[in-house]
């Protein structure tokens, strides 16, 4: 709502910074946010189920939590912060993805597929600072570090992808 149109008590709801969403929160942390809203602590597992446990990627989907909290979230905190941007299946059964963040970056993760295996890789920065002449990430070298919710972002979109739960988890960027 306009400053215009809120009344003289009423205070702008914070926004999200760029790369943060729901998908960052730990418990604690999920319980905070749902405190400053007035809902009670079992809410906090209620939402932090339907996000990590149950793959929610809107909050009309929590069909459990009151309208007017999951109003207040939406105003907030998205619950995904990243798209994605691209897919591109390989003929070995592995699926490369290109997420789209906040801020315009894309980074990659991959999904490969083992017999019974699910095996997620994912990154922790935009770009490398290793600089393999193979690599198309490091060409530019490290932009930034990804945060909590990118990373995490990263296997619930491959988890999506593979519609079943990762069974391992390769993380990229650390060099």
Same mark, same amino acid.
């Given at each position: 709502?306009?400053?215009?149109?809120?009344?003289?008590? #009423?205070?702008?709801?914070?926004?999200? %910074? $760029?790369?943060?969403?729901?998908? =960052?929160? !730990?418990?604690?942390?999920?319980?905070? &946010?749902?405190?400053?809203?007035? #809902?009670?602590?079992?809410?906090?597992?209620?939402?932090?189920?339907?996000? /990590?446990?149950? =793959?929610?990627? !809107?909050?009309?989907?929590?069909?459990?939590?009151?309208?007017?909290?999951?109003?207040?979230?939406? +105003?907030?905190?998205?619950?995904?912060?990243?798209? $994605?941007? #691209?897919? /591109?299946?390989?003929? !070995? =059964?592995?699926?490369? &993805?290109?997420?789209? +963040?906040?801020?315009?970056?894309?980074?990659?993760?991959? &999904?490969?597929?083992?017999?019974?295996?699910?095996?997620?890789?994912?990154?922790?920065?935009?770009?490398?600072? @290793?600089?393999?002449?193979?690599?198309?990430?490091?060409?530019?070298? @490290?932009?930034?570090?990804?945060?909590?919710?990118?990373?995490?972002?990263?296997?619930?979109?491959?988890?999506?992808?593979? %519609?079943?739960?990762?069974?391992?988890? @390769? $993380?990229?960027?650390? %060099?």
């Amino acid at each position: 709502m306009p400053a215009a149109d809120r009344s003289a008590g #009423e205070a702008a709801a914070p926004r999200a %910074g $760029v790369g943060e969403s729901l998908c =960052g929160f !730990d418990p604690d942390a999920t319980a905070a &946010l749902l405190g400053e809203l007035g #809902e009670p602590p079992y809410r906090a597992r209620q939402l932090f189920a339907w996000v /990590h446990a149950r =793959g929610a990627r !809107d909050y009309a989907a929590m069909s459990d939590l009151p309208a007017r909290a999951r109003d207040a979230l939406a +105003l907030r905190l998205p619950v995904r912060c990243t798209s $994605v941007a #691209e897919a /591109h299946p390989g003929a !070995d =059964g592995t699926t490369k &993805l290109l997420l789209a +963040l906040a801020d315009g970056e894309r980074v990659e993760c991959v &999904l490969i597929p083992e017999g019974e295996r699910r095996t997620a890789c994912i990154s922790t920065q935009v770009g490398c600072g @290793v600089g393999c002449v193979f690599c198309a990430s490091g060409a530019d070298g @490290v932009v930034r570090n990804l945060t909590a919710a990118e990373i995490v972002e990263q296997s619930y979109a491959l988890r999506d992808l593979a %519609g079943t739960r990762l069974t391992n988890l @390769v $993380v990229m960027g650390m %060099g």
